[in-house]
């Protein structure tokens, strides 16, 4: 039920045995934002800019609006740390970020480092419930703290993105003190 592959088979091997035990492929960063205004289209580009500026070089950025959902979970599967930047939409997930996280679950996304960044001019809640959704996939370890955006990133925002940049480049390099579990609010 498919081509006949003669060569490289140790390659397809590889491949297949990362994939089936949801072994990363590459130590690697996908950003994934929603965004309703570009606020949070900008806290990702920060964020990803704060990565290149901690040596981390493998860094991809997605619009999960904009790019088809086969792509988004193909990065997914190729990469170590997974960020997700939302923004609060009617007090719930931007619809595009929660289509993209049940995506994940339906799939059995698990064993990957993760972070959140939620946007909310009144009030933020993004961050919390993509953190009950992660909760319920498995071996999901959480860098750094959550960074929550009042609309446009200020100063003291980017500072938490450096900050955050820093806990990913750390945890990339295999520092394990960064990350805790990711856990469902009581």
Request: proline residues 3%.
């Amino acid at each position: 039920h498919g081509p006949v592959w003669r060569k490289n088979i140790g390659w397809f091997i590889d491949k297949y045995v990362k994939w089936s035990t949801y072994t990363p492929e590459e130590n690697a960063v996908m950003i994934a934002y929603a965004s309703v205004y570009g606020n949070t289209a900008n806290v990702a580009d920060i964020l990803a800019s704060k990565l290149a500026d901690a040596g981390v070089r493998n860094v991809k950025v997605y619009d999960v609006s904009k790019t088809h959902g086969s792509y988004l979970i193909g990065e997914a599967f190729r990469a170590s740390h997974l960020v997700f930047c939302s923004a609060t939409y009617n007090m719930g997930i931007f619809t595009p970020m929660k289509n993209f996280l049940n995506d994940l679950v339906a799939h059995n996304m698990q064993n990957r480092k993760v972070s959140f960044v939620e946007n909310g001019t009144w009030s933020p809640a993004s961050g919390q419930l993509m953190q009950d959704i992660v909760a319920t996939m498995p071996d999901m370890v959480q860098v750094g703290d959550l960074v929550a955006i009042r609309s446009t990133p200020n100063a003291a925002n980017v500072e938490e993105l450096t900050e955050l940049a820093g806990a990913i480049a750390a945890s990339l390099s295999g520092d394990e003190s960064v990350g805790t579990a990711v856990a469902t609010s009581d």
